[in-house]
Each structure stands twice: as C-alpha cells, then as structure tokens.
C-alpha cells in the first residue's frame, strides 16, 4: 500500500515552457521511459554537482560510427571523467580517419538492410548502418604495425600504457593530415587512462600476433611487446582505491553504456580490492548510471541492474535507491542530449590526469597489500582433494 506521505504528484511542464534541456529533461519526461530517462539524467546531474570523479565503461562500434567526435570526447574534455574502459575494436577503429590515404571521410552511410553479398564483392565492410573499404583495415593493420615494432613499445607493459602510446601516434597522424582529435589522442593530451578487459579480442592485439608469429617464424629478428594483464587490473584497482580513499569526494560515480566486458571490468575493482585482496572499508560505486540493450530477464551480466551489483559489493548498499538507475535503451539515441544538457549546468574541471598518477597511485595500493600479508597468506591456504 502506498502511503500519503510517501506520493510523488506527477507534474509536467509545456515543452514551449521550456528554454533549456534541462528543463525537458526534469520537467517534460513525467512516465513510462521518459521518466527512466529523467531519472538517469538527475542522477548524473547529481554526480557531477557534487565533484564525484566518473568512470566511464563504453562498449560498442562508438568510433567507427563516429559517436566520438560528436558526444564522447566533449564529455572527456569536461574533466570529470577519471577513466575509461572499453573495448580493443574501439580504439582501433579510433585510427581511420587520420590515415593518410583515408583523410577524407572514409567512413559513409550505408542500408542496414544492404545486400551484403554485394557489399562483400566490392570489398566494403559494414558496421550495422556504416561501411568502409577493406582497404581501411589493411591500412590500419600496417599503421598498427609500425607503431608496434618502434622501440618504445619493446616491452613488457600494461594495456594502459599501450594505449597511452599509441594515443601519440594517432595523435601525430591526425595532425599531419589535419583531421579532428580521435579518442586515443584525447586520452593521451588529458592522460584519461584507458582500460580494456579483453585485449585479445580485438585488431589492435591481432597486429601484435602478427609481430610475434614473424620473429616466432624468424621472419623477425626479434619483438620484444608483452601486455602485462595483472598489472594492468592492479593498476584499475589504485585508480579505484584513489576514487574511495584520496580523491575529494571520498567516493565513484560510473556511466555504463552498453554491456559486455567493458561494464563487467569497470564494476571489478571493487571485489578486486575488497573480497580478493582483503582490504577493510572498500565501497562500490556511490552512483551508477546504466544505459543497456539487454533485458533484465536474460539473466547476463550485460543486463544486470546496480541493484544486483549492491549484492556482490560493486555499488554503495546505503545509498542505490537514490543515486543509480539503469535504462533499457540504445545509448546512441540519447547520449547527445545528456551531454549537452550536463555541459549546460556545469563547469569544466582541470581533470584528474591519472595516468600521471599511476605509479604513485599503485604503490600506494602495494603498501595495502603489504599490511594486509598475514590475511593474504591465509587466503592461499586451502586443503586440496588428493
């Protein structure tokens, strides 16, 4: 039963009322999926008011399609965003349109309903309502290539500071052909970390396959790049730490758009921290902010609500009902008007440029771990089956 006291009146405001997207948003959105998106919109209103530091989890086609340019990296250069995670497709399709036989618009329009039989003929390559020439990807290939045989990349390194590096060369590539700043080159001009949970997945990790079946086949003299994987979860767990213990808000705030390996990594540092290093007072996010196709009732990690989430730690107990929502949505479609209505209300921070940070930031976590030895040796002891 709902109680007098405990009724919300539904009031709603003309749109010829309204001068600003924020006012849509708060005031023209009163049910249905208009009041998840209202909904969505305060609560990251709410966040960012309050100085909470974003982590931004992305999966999707969202460079090759151009998103980026329009959405994405306005609300990069915000400075409220301290990092991101995302897919290895991403940041290598982040490339094309500086490469130099590519400059000038290489992607185009195309039918979702094509005939792709065609399409494969001519040699275009389609992503849903987008296509580009085949000749796109070998080009990138061999851009990819380069940067991965130079000598600063022959090592062992994490994914971060992969990505860190090639956001250079991508940035001196759209320079040269005087193109607009892609993702990766934003990245490195405002050191935003970026985090990939699944590497191997994706064209830029399949380039350095390629270096390393050469020297393996010694068609190569020698290449000597090793992603380093437990340094770079490590290294997402410092970055979260700093959100709970350093930063000044004392707490996180995330925006999830789409689902995947890119939701589930930017949710992992809690348990990380917490349930696998043992460390005491470590809290999930304090606002969460979903926007995903799958639904709830399909029972995959892309579709779980933050609620859920409440349950293995990875979002704040005390605070969900009031600061996280998830929408069942196509983030494509509303992104643009969330952005600009947020830019709208609120000034543009220096940024945290914690890729700077990160050695600091991860001895910090290194001396937790060290004063937490005599749990950690407990949690390795466990009396096998013979």
Request: aromatic share 8%; glycine share 6%; charged share 25%.
């Amino acid at each position: 039963m709902t109680h007098t006291s405990e009724r919300r009146p539904v009031r709603v405001r003309r749109v010829d009322e309204c001068a600003t997207l924020d006012e849509i948003f708060r005031h023209c959105l009163p049910a249905f999926g208009g009041a998840y998106l209202r909904r969505i919109y305060t609560i990251l209103d709410r966040a960012i008011g309050s100085g909470c530091p974003l982590t931004l989890a992305i999966s999707g086609p969202v460079t090759v399609s151009g998103q980026h340019l329009a959405w994405l990296i306005p609300l990069l250069e915000t400075g409220w965003v301290a990092y991101i995670s995302t897919t290895d497709a991403v940041c290598y399709h982040d490339g094309h349109r500086s490469l130099d036989a590519h400059k000038d618009d290489p992607i185009h329009e195309v039918s979702i309903y094509s005939d792709d039989a065609a399409l494969r003929d001519e040699g275009t390559i389609r992503v849903t309502d987008m296509a580009f020439d085949e000749a796109v990807l070998l080009d990138q290939d061999r851009f990819l290539s380069a940067c991965l045989a130079r000598p600063e990349f022959q090592k062992k390194m994490t994914g971060t500071e992969l990505r860190y590096r090639l956001g250079a060369y991508y940035a001196a590539q759209e320079q040269r052909n005087d193109v607009p700043a892609g993702l990766l080159s934003t990245c490195h001009r405002l050191a935003i970390p970026v985090l990939v949970g699944a590497p191997a997945d994706g064209s830029v990790f399949l380039n350095s396959m390629k270096l390393w079946a050469m020297r393996s086949a010694g068609i190569l003299p020698e290449y000597g790049f090793d992603l380093d994987l437990h340094a770079e979860v490590f290294e997402a767990c410092a970055y979260h730490r700093w959100g709970l213990f350093d930063s000044p808000a004392r707490a996180l705030a995330t925006l999830i758009l789409g689902g995947g390996v890119p939701k589930n990594y930017n949710l992992q540092p809690e348990p990380a921290l917490g349930q696998v290093l043992g460390l005491p007072n470590v809290r999930g996010y304090q606002f969460d902010v979903q926007i995903v196709t799958a639904p709830v009732t399909d029972g995959s990690l892309s579709s779980c609500p933050p609620a859920e989430a409440v349950t293995w730690g990875k979002v704040d107990k005390d605070a969900y009902l009031q600061t996280t929502e998830s929408m069942q949505a196509d983030y494509s479609m509303v992104m643009p008007f969330l952005v600009k209505a947020l830019l709208d209300n609120h000034a543009k921070r220096d940024g945290y440029r914690l890729f700077e940070q990160r050695e600091t930031l991860c001895e910090r976590l290194r001396a937790d771990v060290r004063a937490n030895g005599d749990w950690l040796r407990r949690s390795v002891d466990y009396p096998l089956a013979k």
